[in-house]
């Protein structure tokens, strides 16, 4: 299927989002706390608005996920689902690897994702089949298929460092060659286009993850939950160039 239209009404609507987040960038931010105690601005919620009506307007028909305004159930099987902003601690103390993040989920599949870094001036894409570009460049994962050869970023073993799998994951760290602390998805971005060798996020939400889901498969990468499931719903992501996917999940998954 074609997912051009899609892809283009995405890109259009996270590049409108990343301008509303530039010029927040020159004001006073009005932060607030959510109820999980984490940040959110009045510039995570016009980005929301601003997408959420433009997709409804274009799209109907589809269902919508977005971190500030939740769930609406969808007609077709289809949901957009959005990070309005992503990483707005970053954006608070203006640290560029802020984003804005859109994706589409057709049947349980990542089918078009968008990952918009304003202030980086870049933008990763992809749709179903169509492949993955960063700035409209074709992109591509790494070669590399040694562990200890690896660069990669981990995420999510700090405030999960008690608990078994966080364990788990520090001591693998300790096998890669090196290990960035890059934040969510500049990284994932990294990965898809061969910076990085993989990404492991303990700790991460459909609308943090789905759109680099779509955008490291098209660039020839494979993702998972830390359990092997091929999913974005259950709580923690890796994203690989695929040839290190199974070794990373040998020494993270609850059997290890």
Known sequence: MDYSKELSVALELARRAGEIQLAGQKGKLDVERKADDSPVTGVDRACE????????????DDGFLGEETGTREGKNGRTWIVDPLDGTRPFIRGIPTYACLISLEAKDEQVVGVIHLPALRETYSASLGAGAFLNNQPICVSDTRELNRATGSALGHVERQKEAVGQRLLTTMSEWDYAYGFMDNYSYGCVAAGRLDFSVNLLDQPYDCAAAACIVSEAGGTYSDIEGNRSVHNGSIILSNGHLHEAILARVRSDA
Not at 49 to 60: A, N, Q, R
């Open 49 to 60: 608005e601003l997408i959420l009506s433009g997709l409804h307007d274009t799209f109907p």
